[in-house]
């Protein structure tokens, strides 16, 4: 069975401008978590969808939003980037909503100059 | 006071030996436990999870969950140089489905 999907894997924007990050979860999988990891923060959480519902948001401002589809595939915007936007953006997938074993994507980089 | 606290390291341990790592919870209605592993430059890789006190094996790796001391262990035996590593432990509240990470741990096997 194929894993959670993540593109790009990479990305170099400047500040000011605008990005999007797209993950394809596990097979059958209905719920998409997203992830920021940096250095100094850890893994921090901000988003999670199921059915298409945003169902949790984390402590981040409004210039991240995100989306999901009817085949579960999830989508993450972040505009007007700021310097400190630079990092790991990981997706996890899961089968239900809560409590049980979530399943990371290789995640995507992103640096903004 | 943190969420989620683990020691952030480096363990040394030498190859062969136990390598325990630690976490702590502050939210007592904490009920699902993992451990990621996580490479340098890679992404977090799910080795075990645990829902109730006691112990949980699986191959080299033992997690071990309190929830009265909120405090959750895994054990690794015969630890191997590709066990070099961070080490997350995460944590889920009943009911929801947001894992809450500590920093990590970083784990160094030597040869």
């Known amino acids: 069975k194929a894993g959670v999907t993540q593109t790009p894997r990479y990305l170099i924007k400047t500040r000011g401008q605008q990005v999007t990050l797209s993950c394809s979860p596990i097979?059958?999988?209905?719920?998409v978590s997203w992830y920021q990891q940096t250095p100094g923060q850890g893994l921090q959480f901000l988003f999670e969808?199921?059915?298409?519902?945003?169902?949790n948001k984390g402590n981040f401002p409004g210039r991240f939003s995100g989306r999901q589809f009817s085949n579960s595939r999830s989508e993450m915007n972040v505009s007007t980037l700021e310097l400190g936007d630079s990092a790991l953006y990981l997706c996890?997938?899961?089968?239900?909503?809560?409590?049980?074993?979530?399943?990371f994507g290789p995640g995507t980089r992103l640096t903004v100059l | 006071q943190k969420e989620v606290e683990q020691n952030s390291g480096p363990l040394s341990v030498p190859e062969g030996a136990i390598a325990s790592l630690n976490c702590t919870y502050s939210?007592?209605?904490?009920?699902?436990f993992f451990w990621y592993r996580q490479y340098s430059g890679k992404s977090p890789e799910l080795i075990m999870s645990?829902?109730?006190?006691g112990d949980k094996e699986d191959g080299r790796f033992t997690a071990q969950l309190n929830k009265a001391s909120q405090y959750v262990s895994l054990l690794i035996r015969d630890s191997q140089p590709s066990d070099s590593a961070t080490y997350l432990c995460?944590?889920?509240?009943?009911?929801?489905?947001?894992?809450?990470f500590g920093k990590g741990t970083m784990l160094l096997v030597s040869p």
């Open positions: 995460a944590v889920l509240r009943g009911g929801y489905s947001t894992l809450t």
């Open positions: 645990i829902y109730s006190n």
């Open positions: 939210d007592r209605v904490s009920q699902s």
């Open positions: 969808y199921f059915s298409e519902t945003q169902r």
């Open positions: 097979s059958g999988h209905r719920s």
């Open positions: 996890a997938s899961s089968l239900a909503v809560a409590g049980v074993e979530q399943f």
